[in-house]
């Protein structure tokens, strides 16, 4: 019988990615995943192995160490929400030993910045 390499085996992966690219996830059926949610999916989400947990933050170092527990989560995948939001949960994770793996939040793009309300006035009355 062939193995599966160690990151090929089957784990309980929490994505805590938002629902616009849970699809990508798909490609590696061999996983459970658990999502956190703020509302319940009104559509079949795109993962053959999935289990949601409805929840609304804000998040609690104890809830978010009973929901990796409970869970039995093996590896987290987040997004860099440049935020506190997350903090819980990663800490968690950490006391836990987990594997995190963090999104990058993608660049922005070129824009024009103003630091005070006089250049706001400016701004808006220039042509372009």
């Not at 929400?81 to 836990?96: I, N, P, Q």
Request: positive net charge.
């Amino acid at each position: 019988m062939r193995r599966l390499a160690p990151w090929r085996a089957h784990q309980r992966v929490l994505l805590a990615i938002g629902r616009m690219h849970l699809a990508a996830f798909a490609t590696q059926p061999q996983h459970h995943y658990v999502l956190r949610l703020v509302d319940r999916p009104t559509s079949p989400l795109p993962l053959p192995d999935v289990s949601s947990v409805i929840d609304r933050g804000p998040f609690t170092l104890e809830g978010d160490l009973a929901l990796l527990e409970n869970q039995r989560i093996q590896r987290i995948v987040c997004k860099n929400s440049g935020g506190d939001g997350a903090a819980s949960k990663l800490t968690a994770a950490r006391m836990l030993g987990l594997p995190i793996v963090m999104i990058e939040r993608p660049a922005l793009p070129p824009r024009h910045e103003v630091h005070c309300i006089d250049d706001v006035f400016n701004w808006l009355d220039s042509p372009s």
